[in-house]
Nanobody, 115 residues
Framework: QVQLVESGGGLVQAGGSLRLSCAAS????????MGWYRQAPGKQRELVAR???????YYADSVKGRFTISRDNAKNMVYLQMNSLKPEDTGVYYC?????????WGQGTQVTVSS
């Protein structure tokens, strides 16, 4: 099973930026759609963005225009560039294989945005 390791989180002030990275232990070329999710304290995990192999992208309304998802199949990496961060973006961020769906979830990376 391919494992996913997230990194790049941290503490940032509102209005700042972070770039999250997701490193896969194997070939992500067969993973048709990859997603970034986040889970805030006391809330359910929610989808933030998705990226497909053929340029398809999807963004939740709450992050549209501020976040950019990308993937580099040659490096087996998925990225999430987060700009204009808000306190409500705080949470643990996870990358995930969405299509085909896989039940595996990594440890995530913590993002904390202070006001």
């Amino acid at each position: 099973q391919v494992q996913l390791v997230e990194s790049g989180g941290g503490l940032v002030q509102a209005g700042g930026s972070l770039r999250l990275s997701c490193a896969a232990s194997g070939n992500i070329g067969s993973m048709k759609v990859m997603g970034w999710y986040r889970q805030a304290p006391g809330k359910q995990r929610e989808l933030v963005a998705r990226v497909g192999n053929a340029g398809y992208t999807y963004y939740a309304d709450s992050v549209k225009g501020r976040f950019t998802i990308s993937r580099d199949n040659a490096k087996n990496m998925v990225y999430l560039q987060m700009n204009s961060l808000k306190p409500e973006d705080t949470g643990v961020y996870y990358c995930h294989q969405d299509v085909p769906w896989d039940g595996y979830w990594g440890q995530g990376t913590q993002v904390t945005v202070s006001s």
